[in-house]
């Protein structure tokens, strides 16, 4: 049977016998790093977690950017 490792910055509403959660914001590299070397190396990621910022092209605070490069990209890497 599958287990599988969940990785959110709150405690999921549901508790299985096959799941595990380790609590981890995965847009912050060394958090996502520590939190990896607590697993075994994984067979199929997923990466589901998400964050949206809107502007007209050029008025996209780049702090926000940021946070959403590290959060899209940064973390799926």
């Given at each position: 049977s599958w287990q599988v490792i969940?990785?959110?910055r709150s405690l999921?509403?549901?508790s299985q016998p096959n799941f595990r959660?380790?609590?981890?914001?995965?847009s912050q590299r060394s958090a996502l790093l520590a939190a990896l070397e607590q697993i075994e190396p994984p067979q199929a990621i997923i990466h589901a977690a998400g964050s949206m910022a809107a502007a007209t092209l050029g008025n996209l605070d780049p702090q926000?950017?940021?946070?959403?490069w590290r959060l899209h990209v940064d973390a799926a890497q």
């Open positions: 969940g990785m959110s999921p509403p549901f959660h380790l609590m981890v914001d995965v926000r950017s940021e946070s959403l």
